[in-house]
């Protein structure tokens, strides 16, 4: 379907022949190479259709896609990482234990969710297996997009915004942001017709946005000396565009 529609994904593989051609997705957006990735913990109890493949987390199948990746000679790496305890609002042990070996393995950019609830973003300066050290960006859990969950922290969460470009062969990440969402009250009883609104300024004390925004503040002072005339990357929501100048 996903193709039938033109819309590009990665994660879900029909056979194991699509797995191995297909589980290092690479983009170009802005003369900007890009390499996806994506995980998850598990699957609510479904299993896999026989023949067909999910990227889970496991240590040895990250470590050989991320060597794949980089093989690709991408300008950056992004790994979208579907794992974390449920509503809690710092990343648990499991996260943080796959998320180091995401970025010693060489990712530039880990984008997290499952926890349903907003987690800190972050900046961090990390020295790889390969002897690169340079700043890589984490956002540890973005929320709840499109949900019925209406409990403090649970109705909400945000898209997250960030730029990339390459100065002097260098990889610089930079214009971090977020735009607030609000998951809206279903339509009918059985939970049908839930959606996702423009939040600012709307329930941001109440969702827990501005909470995790003021911890992850700090990080500002890193980014704001790299330039905008790059690839901007949301981190939920669809699509690329040029950052504005």
Not at 8 to 34: D, I, W
Not at 44 to 59: F, K
Not at 148 to 171: S, V
Not at 176 to 189: E, G, K, N, S
Request: aromatic residues 8%; charged residues 25%; glycine residues 12%.
């Amino acid at each position: 379907m996903l193709d039938h529609l033109g819309i590009k994904h990665l994660g879900t593989y029909r056979s194991e022949a699509e797995y191995r051609r297909n589980r290092v997705f690479v983009l170009e957006v802005n003369g900007l190479k890009l390499a996806f990735l994506n995980y998850t913990y598990a699957l609510n109890g479904q299993p896999v259709p026989l023949g067909a493949r999910v990227g889970q987390v496991e240590d040895e199948a990250i470590i050989a896609d991320v060597e794949e990746a980089r093989a690709r000679r991408p300008d950056a790496v992004i790994a979208i990482f579907h794992a974390g305890q449920e509503y809690l609002r710092e990343p648990d042990a499991y996260q943080r234990h796959y998320v180091d070996l995401l970025l010693n393995e060489g990712v530039d950019v880990v984008l997290g969710g499952h926890p349903h609830v907003l987690q800190p973003f972050e900046m961090v300066s990390v020295t790889d297996r390969h002897g690169e050290t340079k700043p890589r960006l984490i956002a540890w859990s973005l929320g709840n997009f499109i949900s019925n969950q209406r409990d403090r922290y649970c109705d909400g969460g945000i898209i997250f915004r960030f730029t990339l470009a390459m100065r002097e062969g260098r990889l610089e990440i930079g214009g971090v942001d977020y735009v607030p969402r609000l998951c809206a009250p279903p339509a009918d009883r059985r939970g049908h017709g839930a959606r996702s609104v423009a939040g600012r300024g709307v329930s941001r004390e109440r969702s827990g946005i501005e909470a995790v925004a003021r911890r992850s503040r700090q990080d500002d002072a890193l980014l704001s000396g790299h330039g905008r005339d790059a690839c901007a990357l949301p981190g939920a929501g669809a699509g690329f565009g040029r950052s504005a100048p």
